[in-house]
């Protein structure tokens, strides 16, 4: 076996948060609406964890709206689970 193939065999799936990582790791989510669909949750449940500190998601002030960053959002899934 090449040393080529078996480093790609020694590498992990391409999963969907490596994929966003390498295609667009800083693709902004604007709104609550498409925060929620990312993290799989109600729109009560993430402006609910909007309000945590630890969770990414921001509100510039004087803004009405909410934007949290694609890698940043799945990066705090996966340490949450």
Excluded at 1 to 6: C, D, G, L, P, R
Excluded at 34 to 63: D, F
């Amino acid at each position: 076996m090449t040393m080529a193939k078996q480093e790609k065999m020694e590498q992990p799936p391409l999963d969907r948060w490596r994929a966003d990582a390498v295609l667009d790791p800083e693709r902004k989510i604007w709104g609550l609406n498409q925060i929620a669909e990312v993290l799989g949750v109600s729109v009560n449940t993430a402006r609910t964890w909007a309000q945590l500190p630890e969770v990414p998601i921001y509100k510039p002030a004087g803004s009405g709206s909410y934007f949290a960053f694609r890698s940043e959002l799945l990066a705090w899934l996966r340490r949450k689970a």
